[in-house]
Nanobody, 121 residues
Framework: QVQLVESGGGLVQPGGSLRLSCAAS?????????MGWYRQAPGKQRELVAS???????NYTDSVKGRFTISRDNAKNTVYLQMNSLKPEDTAVYYC??????????????WGQGTQVTVSS
């Protein structure tokens, strides 16, 4: 039974920082390929924020470049999102995902439950 558990969301003032974490757990995990963070604001579609490969290559949506940093700890099966210089337009529910290979055969894409990030004064 694989699950992704997120933490670190909350309320922050504009210009502030937050760090999100997402840990994958489950005895069937053999390897984790790409991991990523998405967000969905009210009335909008879910969008990719940042992604990272197992080798550490990263990709960011233009609106967060220079402010957000994605990283991962492969030993802990965990992905992080450091968010600095937060803006009100960053307010959304943030979801992590992970492309997981099973020990036996096959794999699947898993999603976290979501964590609310609110940027407001």
């Amino acid at each position: 039974q694989v699950q992704l558990v997120e933490s670190g969301g909350g309320l922050v003032q504009p210009g502030g920082s937050l760090r999100l974490s997402c840990a994958a757990s489950g005895g069937s995990i053999f390897s984790i390929y790409d991991m990523g963070w998405y967000r969905q604001a009210p009335g909008k579609q879910r969008e990719l924020v940042a992604s990272i490969t197992s080798g550490g290559s990263t990709n960011y949506t233009d609106s967060v470049k220079g402010r957000f940093t994605i990283s991962r700890d492969n030993a802990k099966n965990t992905v992080y999102l450091q968010m600095n210089s937060l803006k009100p337009e960053d307010t959304a529910v943030y979801y992590c995902n992970a492309d997981i290979a099973y020990r036996d055969y096959g794999g699947a894409l898993y999603w976290g439950q979501g964590t609310q990030v609110t940027v407001s004064s």
